[in-house]
């Protein structure tokens, strides 16, 4: 059906060998291990992954007695799953060295093939000294203060020297009215807004940079299995024995050409050089973020603290003005 162009209808009826060959093929399309095919298996398909004398065992997780692999086809003993974790370490190794020079497809265009920004751009953080002041606590919602006479006294002490030091802060900062100090609240806030969002889009960026490094290394890995396919005299017995393998290597080369936009795609050197650019971006904005977030709750703290002292000043003018009964 396929070789005609019909698209044959999938139903969701799955024997329990079926399932656990699927999801053993997945795992070990990527495992570099046995422990690491373990966890795959468990975290992705809840299946148990056991050894009992050399011999591989799986246990479906609807079933309480374990198939081995022997049951399952000699894709799934230890001899061939073995072989196939050291390929996948010698494929990784690979794509970390030099070798990972190669090309990804889809080179339409003879366009430059490093379209990333350069490390230098990098703007500074912002800097911020934090000081030590603290809000000033109102007696009257405080229920310990309430209880307690000498906590009441102590909290009175720290209040006036918090007030003093909000009092040193505006005078130290030049702010001669209320309007100029909440404006540059008001702009501390934006500052914060905006170097958050900068911060999320960096994040972003570097969540699809490695997705992209992922299938580049995946394309790379599985696509001498692809040209061995293609010169296959028997296409249906080599895609049978190596379904997982050309799955994985048509959905990194569909992939691939989604992100290309009909040009020519980066070297894998110069994805990994885009990412360290990415992460020193975004280890730089962390920082800039947290300076603005700090900055803006200092000025908040003030903010707070000139509300109490001109509470208090009023409340001390109304008990002024008020007339003894």
Same mark, same amino acid.
């Given at each position: ?6 698209? !044959? ?54 079933? *309480? ?37 190669? $090309? ?7 366009? !430059?093939?490093? !379209? +990333? ?8 953080? +912002?800097? +911020? ?20 006479? /000498? ?12 007030? /003093?030091?909000t009092v040193a802060y505006i005078q130290e900062h030049g702010y &001669? ?10 702009? /501390?806030?934006?500052?914060?807004? /905006? ?5 999320? &889009? ?9 997705? $992209? ?27 049978? %024995? ?11 080369l569909r992939t691939l050409k989604e992100k290309s936009g009909g ?5 894998? *050197? ?19 973020? +947290? ?21 208090k000043n009023y409340e001390q003018l109304h008990d002024r003005k %008020?007339?003894?009964?």
């Amino acid at each position: 059906m396929k070789e005609d162009g019909i698209t !044959p209808k999938e139903t969701r009826y799955q024997t329990e060998k079926q399932f656990l060959r699927g999801a053993i093929d997945d795992a070990a399309s990527t495992a570099r291990s046995p422990e690491e095919f373990s966890k795959i298996l468990d975290e992705k398909y809840h299946i148990i992954f056991k050894i009992s004398r050399n011999r591989y065992s799986y246990l479906h997780p609807g079933r *309480k007695k374990y198939i081995t692999g022997r049951n399952l086809g000699t894709r799934y003993t230890e001899d061939f799953l073995l072989k196939t974790f050291e390929e996948n370490t010698k494929s990784h190794k690979e794509q970390k060295e030099e070798i990972l020079e190669q $090309q990804t497809p889809n080179t339409s265009t003879d366009s !430059p093939t490093v !379209p +990333f920004s350069d490390t230098s751009a990098i703007p500074a953080p +912002f800097i +911020f000294i934090k000081s030590d002041l603290r809000l000033v606590i109102d007696l009257q919602t405080c229920i310990k203060a309430q209880q307690s006479e /000498a906590y009441a006294q102590k909290v009175k002490l720290t209040n006036l020297k918090q007030m /003093a030091q909000t009092v040193a802060y505006i005078q130290e900062h030049g702010y &001669d009215s209320l309007d100029d100090f909440h404006a540059t609240l008001d702009q /501390a806030s934006d500052q914060t807004s /905006a170097s958050r969002k900068s911060l999320k &889009d960096t994040e972003q960026q570097l969540k699809d940079m490695n997705e $992209q490094i992922h299938f580049t290394g995946q394309y790379l890995a599985y696509k001498n299995v692809y040209a061995d396919y293609r010169k296959s005299r028997n296409k249906e017995k080599f895609y049978e %024995e190596h379904q997982a393998e050309l799955s994985l290597y048509d959905t990194a080369l569909r992939t691939l050409k989604e992100k290309s936009g009909g040009n020519k795609l980066p070297s894998m *050197k110069a994805l990994y050089a885009e990412k360290d650019r990415l992460v020193e971006l975004r280890n730089r904005q962390r920082e800039d973020f +947290f300076n603005h977030r700090d900055y803006e709750r200092e000025l908040r703290t003030v903010s707070a603290n000139i509300d109490m002292i001109l509470k208090k000043n009023y409340e001390q003018l109304h008990d002024r003005k %008020e007339p003894n009964l």
